[in-house]
């Protein structure tokens, strides 16, 4: 009997050292060398079904795209992953494969799946495309506009910026309202450099131009102009990508005070005022030698990892249940911890105490215990009655956001759940509005780049088809 193969171990990604890169924003993942992704790629079992594509919201056919890697063909790997994505540069960076594609691996079952984020962020970073054209369509010339055929997005994120890759190049003209006065989203104003960099964002916005995507900041949707106008104006359709940026507090006592903010607050600072570079920028980042940030997502492991670059001596995050269930990425909170980010798990703020003058001093916890699981096989914490206090100078709280109304008061035609989402089909995004349509956080509520991302590719097929362009891609 021959005996089974041995699978190889994962290729591990070059890091920068910890005490090194907790005082820069540079990127900390450095990226596979063609050896390594070849040698990582070569792990893949090229299933006859392959689970991953399944576990992909946007069904990457990703045993195609890894095989040409394999081979050392980065062009023909770029190529099938073009064929469903227009951001993988961004999405091998910050997708939580984990959970998603990595985690169907069949290869995950016995040992570690294939890195797919890793060989995906590889070939993005490693394909030379010949124009901004080719990044995106495969071909060398721009496509011909399309006499007609105009669609409009509101918001720049990634869900938005799906739809104008998709339609631009089947020679739609599209033009992308932004509220901020850069372009990106919650990739440009929510992930720190030192995990997505802002280059990266750029260079596949850049790509869009190119393909005739007109960019117009500045513009509030609701309040400089309405939906109602975008049609009146000539679009055929419109796109909602606005996201969800309405930080949440937890409403107890203390929130008020100097030193306390939400992590949409102080991360923007950071990101899109430049507040890590004060004096070179006006926008100066609030300093604080302790901080405690309170949540378990990446959004937290962010502001925790940003508050120990700009100055803080120890940072806390605060999380009311486990390590284990926490929702950040695994490799986050690994990184976090190896840059000397502290946790308190199964403890919940009660209260924010502060000085005689409105100063944030510190912050009263309660221990929790896990209940029983519930329906959904999730325990649920319960206090216990054990208090403790921390001290800190300044507290981030990174517990949700919710939907911004600007838009959607403006717009009392448009449909909304109970939580205050657009309620959209589920096969094509369209709304309650005839040709309008929405997808990302404003829909789901808080969710993945990936996911946003999908929900712009379904959208933007129902409007190509409705525009009388060929299905393809």
């Not at 124009?131 to 409009?152: D, F, H, N, Y």
């Not at 109602?228 to 796109?239: D, I, K, S, T, Y």
Request: proline residues 5%; contains cysteine.
């Amino acid at each position: 009997m021959a005996a089974k193969k041995k699978i190889a171990s994962r290729i591990a990604m070059p890091l920068q050292n910890p005490a090194e890169r907790v005082r820069n924003f540079r990127e900390v993942a450095l990226g596979y060398s063609l050896e390594q992704a070849q040698a990582e790629a070569a792990r893949c079992l090229q299933c006859k079904k392959p689970a991953c594509r399944a576990g992909c919201p946007v069904e990457i056919d990703i045993a195609g795209f890894i095989a040409s890697l394999a081979k050392g063909d980065v062009a023909g790997a770029y190529a099938v992953l073009r064929e469903y994505n227009s951001l993988p540069a961004v999405c091998g960076r910050v997708c939580p494969q984990e959970t998603q594609c990595e985690g169907a691996c069949i290869l995950g079952r016995k040992g570690q799946p294939v890195a797919i984020g890793r060989l995906e962020r590889f070939v993005a970073d490693n394909f030379h495309a010949l124009s901004a054209c080719e990044l995106l369509t495969g071909a060398i010339a721009c496509p011909q506009p399309l006499e007609g055929a105009r669609v409009a997005c509101i918001g720049a994120g990634p869900s938005s910026l799906t739809v104008a890759g998709y339609l631009a190049a089947r020679g739609v003209k599209v033009e992308v309202y932004e509220a901020l006065h850069e372009l990106g989203g919650v990739l440009v104003y929510g992930i720190p450099e030192f995990r997505l960099p802002k280059s990266v964002v750029k260079r596949e916005i850049d790509a869009l131009r190119t393909l005739g995507v007109e960019f117009h900041t500045n513009w509030v949707g609701g309040n400089t102009f309405t939906i109602r106008e975008l049609f009146v104006w000539g679009f055929n359709a419109v796109f909602v990508g606005v996201g969800a940026g309405l930080p949440r507090f937890l409403g107890i006592p203390g929130e008020g005070l100097v030193g306390v903010f939400s992590a949409n607050e102080y991360l923007t600072r950071a990101n899109l005022g430049r507040a890590y570079a004060f004096p070179t920028y006006s926008t100066p980042i609030f300093p604080a030698r302790e901080a405690v940030v309170v949540g378990g997502g990446n959004v937290a492991m962010d502001a925790a990892r940003t508050a120990l670059r700009l100055g803080a001596e120890r940072v806390t995050v605060v999380y009311r249940r486990t390590r284990g269930e926490m929702p950040a990425r695994r490799e986050e909170i690994e990184h976090a911890e190896e840059e000397g980010v502290r946790f308190e798990f199964l403890a919940n703020p009660l209260e924010l105490m502060g000085d005689e003058k409105g100063r944030l001093t510190g912050l009263r916890l309660e221990r929790q215990a896990l209940g029983e699981p519930d329906a959904s096989g999730r325990r649920s914490p319960a206090p216990t009655g054990e208090c403790f206090d921390i001290p800190a100078q300044m507290a981030i709280m990174a517990v949700g956001a919710r939907a911004n109304k600007v838009l959607l008061e403006a717009t009392p035609d448009l449909s909304l759940n109970r939580w205050g989402y657009i309620t959209v089909d589920g096969t094509t995004g369209e709304t309650s509005i005839p040709n309008v349509y929405a997808g990302g956080d404003i829909v789901t509520g808080s969710a993945t780049v990936i996911s946003a991302m999908g929900a712009g590719r379904r959208a933007a097929k129902e409007i190509a088809r409705r525009l009388g362009i060929a299905e393809g891609g």
